[in-house]
């Protein structure tokens, strides 16, 4: 599929992927694009965009290659749903699979590592409790991914996981810069 900007890897792993997702009990969780810095600043207000981490441009054109990516593998919707970090929201919109939901649970935890635990659980309970009959998409932050996986994705990475019978959340794959890297067995 002709998609500039897109180079896709291992075609049999990568349709693996994609093709569980759509059948339910799979989700995929998106580290956002590419927002310079590291934590927040001491200033930041969750209602205030100017004094937090914004994507740059490079990572607004990467948000855009994510959508394109899922659209090239017959996604067109999904339910999306994010941190109320301005750099997931701006990820999330520019991703233009759907209505994007904020999720408090998905908010990051890096600088307040006391909530790891909580919002840890909360997210698997919404995960166990969630349909996944459509297409759902977790936008959040490398903290979230990694306590929730034990996988830490880069910016804009998609880590996609299986909701197990038994309630546990198994990483199935990694897609990092628009390529299967990894997939777990």
Known sequence: MGIPGLA???????????V???QGNHIALIRHALAPGFGDPDNFDIDACSTQRNLIGKGREHARVIG?????????????????WRRCMQ????????????????????QHMSREWFQTEAKRRWINAASLH????LVTHQVNILAL?????????IVFIKREPNGQLSPIGIVKNSQVTKIFT
Do not use: C, H
């Open 8 to 18: 896709i890897a291992s075609l049999s792993a990568n349709d693996n992927l994609w």
């Open 20 to 22: 569980a997702l759509k």
């Open 68 to 84: 394109k990516l899922f659209r090239a593998n017959d996604m067109e919707a999904a339910n999306i749903y994010l941190s109320q």
């Open 91 to 110: 990820t999330a919109r520019l991703i233009e699979l759907g209505l994007v939901n904020e999720l408090e649970y998905l908010n990051s935890f890096f």
């Open 134 to 137: 459509v297409p759902t998409l």
């Open 149 to 157: 996986t034990g996988v830490s994705p880069g910016s804009g990475e």
